[in-house]
C-alpha cells in the first residue's frame, strides 16, 4: 500500500513570502493531520480534517497560516507570509478513522528554511 | 491534556534487550498509551499501543503498570536500524501531544 505522500521535501524561502505544501494521504483514510515540527521537539498538531472539515485547528495560527482539504482528499498546507520561526519540518500524516484508536501514518515531512 | 516524561536519551548493545520507561502520573481512565518512534529524517512511525493489558506485536512489547502511571516499551532484540526517538503519547479524545522523547543510540 502506498504510504502518505508530501511534496516539496525542501524548501528554502525568504521572510515575508509566501509557501505551500501538498499532502496525499493513504487511499480511503478519512482523517488527515498537520503537524509542525522545530529542530529537537517532538511534533506539534497544526490542524486536524475529519473528511473535509475541520476538527481541531487550536494550534493553527490563523494570521498566517490556512490549510485545505478539498473533497476529502489531498490537502494544501499554506503560510503567507512566512517568519524566521517557522523554519521546521511539516509533517502531514492519516488514519482510517479519527479518535484513539487508530494508527497515524506519517509522510516524510518537508523541510521549511525561512532565511 | 495528560503529559508524559521520558529520559531525553538511552544506549543500548546491538543484540540486547531495551527497556524505554516512560511516566504518565497523570494519565485518564480512557487514556490510551501509544509509542511511536522516529527515525532521522523520516516521519514518526507507529510501534504500539494498549490501554491496560500488556500488548506484544512484531515490533515490541508494552508493559504497563497496574496503576497506569506509567509503561515501559520492550525492544527484544535492539539492532541498528533500531536508532530512534521513541515517543510515548498519551490520546485523550483524539488528539496526540507528542513530548521530546528518548533518543536511544544502539552501540555495535
Known amino acids: 500500500e502506498a504510504g502518505v505522500a508530501q511534496s516539496p521535501r525542501y524548501k528554502i524561502i525568504e521572510k515575508r513570502q509566501s509557501v505551500a505544501f501538498w499532502c496525499n494521504p493513504i487511499s480511503g483514510h478519512a482523517t488527515l493531520y498537520w503537524y509542525q515540527q522545530i529542530l529537537g521537539q517532538g511534533p506539534k498538531l497544526l490542524i486536524q480534517?475529519?473528511?473535509?472539515?475541520?476538527?481541531?485547528d487550536s494550534q493553527l495560527p490563523k494570521d498566517r497560516f490556512s490549510a485545505e482539504r478539498l473533497k476529502g482528499v489531498d490537502s494544501t498546507l499554506k503560510i503567507q507570509p512566512a517568519k524566521l520561526e517557522d523554519s521546521a519540518v511539516y509533517l502531514c500524516?492519516?488514519?482510517?478513522?479519527?479518535?484513539?484508536?487508530?494508527?497515524?501514518?506519517f509522510g516524510p515531512g518537508t523541510r521549511l528554511t525561512v532565511t | 491534556d495528560a503529559k508524559t516524561t521520558q529520559p531525553n536519551s538511552m544506549e543500548s548493545n546491538e543484540e540486547e534487550p531495551v527497556h524505554l520507561p516512560c511516566n504518565h502520573s497523570?494519565?485518564?481512565?480512557?487514556?490510551?498509551i501509544h509509542w511511536y518512534r522516529q527515525l532521522p529524517s523520516q516521519g514518526p512511525e507507529y510501534v504500539i499501543h494498549?490501554?491496560?493489558s500488556n500488548v506484544n506485536n512484531r515490533m515490541a512489547s508494552l508493559a504497563i503498570a497496574e496503576d497506569r502511571k506509567s509503561s515501559t516499551l520492550i525492544l527484544h532484540r535492539a539492532t541498528l536500524r533500531d536508532a530512534a526517538v521513541y515517543y510515548c503519547i498519551l490520546s485523550g479524545t483524539y488528539k496526540y501531544i507528542f513530548g521530546t522523547g528518548t533518543r536511544l543510540k544502539v552501540l555495535a
Open positions: 497523570t494519565i485518564s481512565g480512557t487514556d490510551y
Open positions: 494498549g490501554l491496560t
Open positions: 480534517f475529519q473528511n473535509n472539515g475541520v476538527v481541531d
Open positions: 500524516a492519516s488514519s482510517l478513522r479519527g479518535g484513539q484508536f487508530y494508527e497515524q501514518y
